[in-house]
């Protein structure tokens, strides 16, 4: 099942060994791939660049990566500290939920904005949500409020996880892009201790307030050196005639809006954001919703978003001139099995991560900084063994292997845990299923995005990364959904059998709040009872992820195996400038 690459032809690759789909059909047309004025400008910066302008560029980007990973390990714990003294503790769900919709809906947006205009703009954008959200937040009088800047924030969030990845991408050639991508998740690695004490402290000094407002200055203090550096370098291109004008130049105003809306596909984005709110707003709201599954409209929402996805992909493949998924990626082996790979990844980790600080505290005798420590074990491995896989990449020039590898030792690490919960199992084993974890997720997430990356010209790198990381998070939901399944529907009645003797109010109440269920000393009959429960829930919630793990593992075999080289991608021969490159090496680009 290889699939061959032909050096004589940037656009010639079939996707299966019959040759029954050509790549130079499904690409090389130009009215599917536009010539975006953004993936052209950043082919004509790599012209202008000199020494020092790449290092500024190197060192802007590891400051903007250092603040994301900061606000995403502080800022979380802020929001109950908000609801709480606006008294509506109960809209933390709501709020999260449309939070996590608009960072999955968002990174199409983001990287067509990215594409139609230029990378710079597309940060300046992020930017501006970022500061106003976080303003938006600080000064908020009542918890609407609060929502509302959460939201417009969210987009600024999602935009700089995104925009990161499409400037490696543009930045690296193939054989460097694992370990760069690998080492902008460094700061991972402080912040998963150093984040919790900043918090902590935010909380009983400064207040939540300035837990939110001092990232609106830090935000544009850390991304302005990047977007300066981004702006200068295309607006010398520019001028050297190097970066082509705006393809707006010479049209009125109307005709500029009806011309960006085209080149944006906003009825494509619409048909997809409203597809996947529908699909993940039930899936988030299913353990807290009236009546659960069993309430009409939660399975009326599911139902609609599942029709709007061919709805979507019918519009786009047919009618979209510059279409949001273009067909060709339906029919790109290395795209929709990456795809599915990180969708199914991510629901293997979610139904065993949900609850596992609620079960940890409750089974284990361990302080709450211990806790914390165990729970950021997996992080801490993933981007550790991220970076060896981009240093292995780096010299092996390939990524299959340690996709396979990797995906084989997750399977391990998830399915150790069925074996190692309760309150009897083995601390060190219990620690080492979240390292192996971490170990194969580190390997197999970089392995996975690069094989993606590979696979398409340098127009689509960015639409491409954006698809992979919305079908990943759209994984995550799902896996958070189940997880609350199982946990609601199995925990009442573990309960009931392991505390026959209590009432089925002061069973509710220990189901309810893990602080109720710490109230009972550990060798009691009551907290023994309820470590017995959890650990059988998380038995059947462990085997589910075990099984969802399998899948990504099947896939990982059939995922093409491109030749990480010098070159942008491996389906042109042309370099981070667009100049031709062509590696040294045998005719099997792709090989198995």
């Not at 709020?95 to 594409?115: E, F, H, L, R, Y």
């Not at 908020?140 to 990845?165: E, F, M, P, R």
Request: overall charge positive; proline content about 3%; glycine content about 8%.
């Amino acid at each position: 099942m290889s699939v061959l690459a032909d050096n004589s032809s940037a656009k010639s690759v079939n996707l299966d060994k019959k040759g029954s789909a050509d790549f130079a059909q499904i690409s090389s047309e130009e009215s599917d791939i536009a010539a975006y004025v953004g993936v052209k400008t950043v082919e004509a910066t790599h012209k202008v660049y000199g020494k020092y302008s790449k290092w500024a560029l190197f060192i802007s980007l590891g400051l903007a990566a250092y603040i994301y990973s900061l606000d995403g390990s502080t800022t979380y714990t802020y929001l109950s500290y908000a609801a709480s003294e606006f008294g509506d503790h109960t809209l933390i769900s709501t709020i999260q939920v449309a939070q996590s919709m608009i960072i999955a809906v968002g990174k199409p947006v983001i990287a067509k904005v990215a594409d139609v205009t230029s990378r710079g703009a597309a940060y300046t954008v992020v930017l501006i949500f970022y500061v106003i959200g976080y303003i938006v937040i600080a000064s908020a009088k009542n918890i609407q409020t609060v929502a509302g800047g959460i939201i417009l924030y969210a987009i600024g969030y999602t935009g700089l996880q995104l925009l990161t990845q499409i400037i490696i991408a543009d930045i690296t050639t193939l054989k460097w892009r694992g370990l760069v991508s690998s080492l902008i998740s460094m700061p991972f690695i402080i912040n998963a201790f150093v984040g919790a004490n900043i918090s902590a402290n935010v909380v009983t000094g400064a207040g939540w307030r300035w837990g939110y407002g001092m990232f609106a200055i830090l935000i544009p203090v850390t991304l302005l050196p990047l977007i300066v550096t981004l702006l200068w370098a295309e607006n010398k291109a520019r001028k050297l005639g190097l970066a082509p004008k705006s393809t707006n130049s010479g049209k009125t105003l109307v005709q500029k809006i009806f011309h960006s809306a085209n080149q944006l596909d906003i009825p494509g984005l619409l048909l997809i954001g409203a597809s996947v709110a529908l699909i993940l707003l039930p899936l988030t709201l299913s353990s807290t919703a009236k009546g659960g599954w069993h309430n009409a409209s939660m399975i009326a929402m599911v139902v609609v978003g599942c029709v709007l996805i061919p709805v979507f992909a019918f519009y786009d493949f047919k009618y979209a001139k510059y279409p949001v998924v273009p067909r060709r990626f339906a029919l790109n082996r290395s795209v929709v099995i990456s795809s599915i790979i990180g969708a199914f990844d991510f629901i293997s980790f979610y139904i065993s991560y949900t609850y596992l600080y609620s079960y940890i505290v409750i089974v284990k005798p361990w302080s709450l900084v211990n806790t914390t420590y165990f729970t950021q074990t997996q992080t801490v491995a993933l981007t550790v063994f991220g970076i060896t896989a981009g240093v292995a990449m780096r010299y092996i020039r390939r990524y299959k292997v340690l996709l396979i590898a990797g995906l084989g030792i997750r399977i391990l690490g998830v399915g150790l845990m069925i074996h190692s919960r309760g309150a009897d199992g083995s601390d060190a084993e219990l620690v080492w299923t979240q390292l192996l974890q971490g170990i194969g997720g580190g390997m197999a997430s970089v392995a996975s995005q690069v094989g993606a990356q590979a696979s398409v010209p340098h127009a689509d790198v960015a639409m491409v990364t954006a698809v992979v990381l919305l079908i990943t998070e759209i994984g995550g939901a799902i896996g958070g959904g189940i997880a609350g399944a199982i946990w609601s529907n199995l925990m009442p009645t573990k309960l009931a059998t392991h505390l026959p003797f209590l009432t089925q109010e002061e069973r509710e109440a220990l189901f309810g709040s893990i602080t109720a269920a710490l109230a009972y000393d550990r060798g009691t009959p009551i907290r023994e009872g309820v470590i017995a429960a959890y650990g059988d829930v998380m038995k059947i919630m462990t085997i589910a992820a075990t099984v969802f793990a399998v899948v990504p593992f099947l896939l990982s075999f059939l995922m093409p195996n491109w030749y990480l080289g010098d070159k942008q991608n491996a389906v042109e021969d042309v370099g981070l400038a667009g100049e031709h490159v062509v590696d040294p090496v045998p005719s099997d680009h792709e090989r198995q």
